[in-house]
């Protein structure tokens, strides 16, 4: 019998990389899950992209950053649902490194959370 635990989440705002406003929202403690590549793969199917799609649940962009967009506009709210959408997102410009730098956030945020845990 497996535990029901509680989302555990976490807003990063993406400041340090210099886009400041951008807010990811990350999970701290996904579903324990394999990766298991398909076997004919589409150019999502990486592990990569699965590990994004497991730790980024959204990326909130100011309309400032966005293009065609007026200052007062609502912000764009991207909920990375899967691997497709993470890949989809970066492949639209502009985005690879700011999910990139959000793995590496996630990775920050987990030990902090983990070495708090363990004062506790």
């Not at 990486?46 to 980024?56: P, T, Y």
């Not at 989809?88 to 987990?110: K, T």
Request: with cysteine; net charge negative; glycine share 4%.
């Amino acid at each position: 019998m497996g535990l029901r635990l509680p989302r555990l989440t976490r807003e990063v705002d993406c400041e340090p990389l210099g886009y400041p406003g951008i807010v990811l929202t990350l999970w701290l403690n996904p579903d324990d899950q394999d990766w298991k590549p398909p076997e004919k793969p589409e150019p999502w199917d990486r592990f990569a992209w699965w590990h994004m799609a497991r730790v980024i649940e959204r990326i909130v962009v100011p309309a400032k950053y966005v293009d065609g967009s007026e200052p007062d506009d609502e912000p764009t709210v991207y909920e990375i649902v899967d691997r497709q959408t993470a890949w989809e997102l970066a492949d639209s410009g502009g985005y690879s490194d700011i999910l990139i730098w959000a793995v590496n956030a996630y990775n920050q945020c987990r030990n902090e959370w983990l070495a708090s845990a363990v004062k506790n």
